[in-house]
């Protein structure tokens, strides 16, 4: 040992640190339902995420393959049960594509209005939560719940359930909405707009919520584009598709709406990109409900009894409030799906958490699952 | 699945789609390659074989006329003793194009190279299809369990050999004898329910099982001393 080392004393020491594990869930409320993800932290900062998945893996892919196409439509609002919906409109779209079926027009505005209404619902929601995820619980969660409420109302009036409608059918939608249905929906967009309003003022120029989303869980187009991520997260990054605009589905080639695109691709943006996509969802629900046929069929008049699709396959997508949402059916003429696959909106975008989160605090990494705003019975399914 | 449904079943017809579509364009990109071209209901497929898949998508996210930059999808189809197909969907953001690219595996060899050097995104997709089918993708830097438990390694929920026993049963479709009134057991699975032939000797023995019954009555005060 050289003679001019110091002694050993608790000033001069190196002191080794190592990097601690952090446990979030399976059940915690900045979850958002099932999920759990071990953060590797040096002191506050995240340096590692590793996401856990499959608690709520029910096999619903399975499931289907058992079942008739028209029994496999109740699985679809289990997936994504905030925009059920949504999920049904794709599922029977598949189905018709393989079965050859053309809905009436009247049930095509039926379908676009309720599906449009569910994304207004899911956003409401998220901007309900996410206020709650940054610690403003109560304000925010009970305006945005109140307006869901009145939607809610409006689809158990129509399909009789409030969140499991099983409402569309391949070929068209179950049975008619009620007679007021016209009325209801205008008062409904006038009363949502108040709510988007209302959210609006609560949250958008709010300085704590601002310093905390602000610059945080920033995802480039590239990357964005590289796991796979679309929907609001994808556009807030700047990337101008939507694909009800770039590939339009059913009707919705019919109805002149604007795509919002956020410029910085953090937790803000997706949140302003959301908050507007309620009203261009409200503008075209306007617009269908002006063009929608008073009367009419709301099914094909001749439709078999037990649907036998071609043979064929078809990988159906739509654009639900979470992004795309993929049908992949494969039928072998038999009454039931061969393969049905579900490509989870959540579940892609989840898989840039990690990107997202690190380097960010331990605080931030809520806020940042909380604007991936994911369902795990979608990212599970 | 019944039988009905079983003879019915049959493979799509391969319909090569009109010139001028995707097909066309790797094609030209990728002359040597043998692609079968096939018009979908909304997408071309293009079936290849498995070894040709990695220059093939590497061929669609790199060359610029393709330009496939975003895989939307990746998934498996079982095929029962034919194989298994591995599926991607893909679609260019730069040309607005979509294709779909298919590849069967033999059963007994069930691997392929991975996609998540070419996506990230199908990182997860490919752990998924592992747990669901046990393809394995070579190279892939993770591929542990995802959705199922990190120990169930042997045993692949979505392949066509794994029925859904209750509700198959409830639709009326015979599954044999293995079905008893506890549900579906899997033959050798040592729970196999054996069947008790109504025998003038099983007729006997009912009434002593009845006699049985005082007795183990009286046992009890003496167990309570």
């Known amino acids: ?41 040096d002191g506050e900062v995240v340096v590692d995420v590793t996401p856990h998945i499959g608690y709520m893996h029910r096999g619903a892919e399975k499931l289907s393959e058992s079942l008739d196409y028209r029994q496999a439509i109740g699985f679809q609002d289990r997936t994504d049960y905030l925009g059920g919906f949504n999920c049904e409109l794709c599922y029977v779209q598949a189905v018709e594509k393989l079965a050859g079926l053309e809905p009436p027009q009247r049930a095509e505005y039926i379908r676009v209005i309720l599906a449009e209404f569910n994304r207004i619902t899911s956003h409401f ?45 391949p070929g068209g939608v179950a049975w008619d909405v009620p007679a007021n249905f016209k009325e209801r929906v205008r ?21 704590i919520f601002i310093v905390r989303t602000r610059g945080v869980g920033v995802l480039s187009v590239e990357d964005a584009i590289d796991y796979g991520v679309t929907g609001p997260i994808l556009r807030a990054t700047g990337m101008d598709y939507d694909l009800r605009k770039q590939e339009p589905y059913s009707i919705y080639d019919r109805f002149d709406f604007d795509i919002p695109v956020g410029t910085n691709g953090d937790s803000y943006d997706r949140y302003l990109v959301r908050l507007e996509e309620v009203r261009q969802s409200l503008r075209i629900i306007e617009q269908a409900i002006e063009q929608m046929p008073d009367e009419g069929p709301i099914l094909p008049e001749r439709l078999p ?56 605090y331990i605080a931030d990494a809520v806020t940042i699952l909380g604007s991936t705003d994911i369902v795990l019975c979608e990212v599970d399914r | 699945m019944s039988p009905e449904d079983r003879r019915r079943e049959q493979d799509p017809p391969i319909v090569p789609p009109e010139p001028g579509t995707i097909a066309d364009l790797f094609a030209a990109a990728l002359p040597d390659l043998a692609i079968t071209p096939n018009q979908g209901a909304l997408d071309v497929i293009l079936i290849v074989g498995r070894d040709d898949v990695p220059r093939l998508l590497e061929a669609a996210k790199t060359d610029p006329k393709l330009a496939f930059d975003f895989l939307r999808n990746l998934s498996g189809v079982d095929y029962e003793a034919e194989g298994i197909d591995v599926v991607y969907h893909l679609h260019s953001y730069t040309h607005g194009h979509d294709v779909t690219v298919k590849a069967r595996l033999p059963v007994d060899d069930l691997h392929i190279k991975t996609a998540s050097a070419l996506w990230r995104g199908a ?64 033959p050798g699975s040592g729970f196999e329910v054996e069947k008790v032939e109504a025998t003038p000797e099983a007729a006997e023995a009912t009434p002593d099982a009845v006699e049985a019954t005082p007795e183990a009555a009286e046992v009890t005060p003496e167990a309570k001393e």
């Open chain 1, 1 to 41: 040992m050289a003679e001019s080392q110091e002694p050993e004393t608790a000033l001069n020491q190196e002191f080794e640190t190592i990097d601690l594990n952090i446990n979030i869930g399976p059940q915690h409320p900045a979850t958002h339902g099932v999920f759990r993800m071990v953060l590797t932290v």
């Open chain 1, 187 to 207: 008062w409904l967009t006038k009363q949502a707009r108040l709510g988007a309003d209302d959210m609006d003022k609560l949250l958008t120029d709010n300085e």
């Open chain 1, 125 to 169: 929601m998220f901007l309900g939560a996410f206020g709650t995820d940054l610690g403003v619980f109560g304000t925010a969660f009970t305006y945005a719940f109140r307006e869901r409420e009145y939607i809610q109302d409006l689809f158990e009036e129509v399909s009789g359930d409030r969140l499991m409608y099983a409402y569309f059918r």
């Open chain 2, 123 to 186: 990182d997860w997709h490919e752990r998924e299809a592992r747990d669901m089918f046990g393809v394995i993708f070579d190279g892939h830097p993770n591929l542990v369990p995802l959705l199922l438990p990190d120990d169930m390694d042997d045993h692949f929920p979505l392949r066509k050999d794994n029925p859904l026993a209750p509700l198959e049963e409830w639709q009326g479709t015979a599954l044999g004898a293995n079905v008893s009134e506890a549900g579906y057991i899997p």
């Open chain 1, 305 to 360: 009894r037990a649907l036998r699709p071609a043979a064929g396959e078809v990988y159906m997508r739509c654009e639900n409030p979470r992004g795309e949402y993929g049908i992949y059916l494969v039928s072998r003429g038999g009454t039931r799906p061969y393969r049905l696959r579900i490509r989870g909106a959540s579940f892609c975008n989840l898989s840039a958490l990690r990107q997202m989160t690190i380097g960010h």
